[in-house]
């Protein structure tokens, strides 16, 4: 079997074939998925729909990976995709697969999914939940928000990490004291990236909790984009100060931090 260039090349099947081999990383397999995606065709969505009823658990993530984002960006059969989706996500019991379920509803935005996904919340599995946290990060609902905040306290990393995320920046029209308390008590994570992900959302909303937590970071011996972000947000002038001395350090940095600082300084300015 060839490889498909670009992912242009190549049948249905085969890249079928080619996404189905190897391990969950393989970078063959995910070269054949966004071929997939791109095609986006009827051809192609029948193909990943069979795969959803398929006896091999990878089989069936597999077809959720192809569906979550068929067509690439392009809205193609976005009824059917949801429908499908839905019925794998009420009958599956294998996490890994609840997982591929979950960040496929939420690239296609499903709010259909609201009860299944606020159920998944509380699976045994880190790796369901995870599935859930993307789900629910997208969708404009109450119910959706308070579940966030419960996964924000979760003991796995990453559904801690995409519960933050989805409260602090992918909602941020969302602003409630629970949401605010929740974004609070994560300022204090074991985990940075954690932490400074609540940073912002809270900066963005304004959160006086916010000001002295950005000035310790902007002071400190590694700052981030993060500190950077939510010193913009705040707009406390007495950060100007610390965004010069940051640059005028001169210490070593990429091109992509140094181009965010210049930008926030400048809104000092």
């Known amino acids: 079997m060839s490889r498909p260039e670009h992912g242009e090349e190549g049948s249905t099947e085969a890249l079928i074939q080619m996404a189905l ?8 397999a995910w070269e054949a998925i966004w071929a ?25 993530g597999r077809g959720a ?33 609840l997982l591929s379920a979950g960040v ?8 259909r999914a609201l009860t299944e996904l606020i159920g998944l919340a509380s699976h045994p599995s880190a790796e369901a939940r995870c599935g859930a946290v993307h789900g629910l990060a997208v969708l404009d609902a109450p119910e ?23 409260l602090g920046s992918l909602r941020e029209e969302s602003d409630t004291p629970r949401l605010r308390d929740a974004l609070a008590a ?17 900066a963005t909303r304004q959160d006086p909790r916010a000001v002295e937590p950005v000035r310790a970071a902007l002071s ?19 950060f100007y100060p610390l965004l010069l001395a940051i ?20 809104r000092f300015e």
């Open 21 to 28: 081999a190897g391990d969950e990383d393989d970078e063959r």
């Open 36 to 60: 997939l995606r791109r095609r986006g065709t009827r051809e192609v969505l029948d193909a990943a729909i069979q795969l959803l009823g398929d006896s091999s658990a990878k089989a069936r």
């Open 65 to 97: 990976d192809v569906l979550g984002q068929l067509g690439a960006g392009r809205p193609v059969f976005s009824a059917e995709r949801g429908d499908a989706l839905l019925d794998l996500l009420r009958r599956e019991k294998e996490p890994k697969v």
């Open 104 to 111: 496929a509803l939420g690239h296609l935005v499903e709010p």
């Open 144 to 166: 959706a928000v308070e579940a966030l905040i419960q996964l924000s306290t979760d003991e796995d990393r990453d559904v801690r990490d995409w519960a933050t995320f989805g």
């Open 186 to 202: 994560r300022l204090g994570d074991v985990d940075p990236e954690i932490a400074s992900e609540a940073l912002v959302g809270l």
């Open 220 to 238: 400190g011996h590694s700052v981030t984009v993060y500190a950077l972000e939510a010193a913009a947000a705040l707009g406390d002038p007495d």
């Open 247 to 266: 640059r005028d350090e001169g210490g070593p940095a990429d091109s992509y931090f140094l181009r965010v600082l210049n930008d926030v300084i400048a």
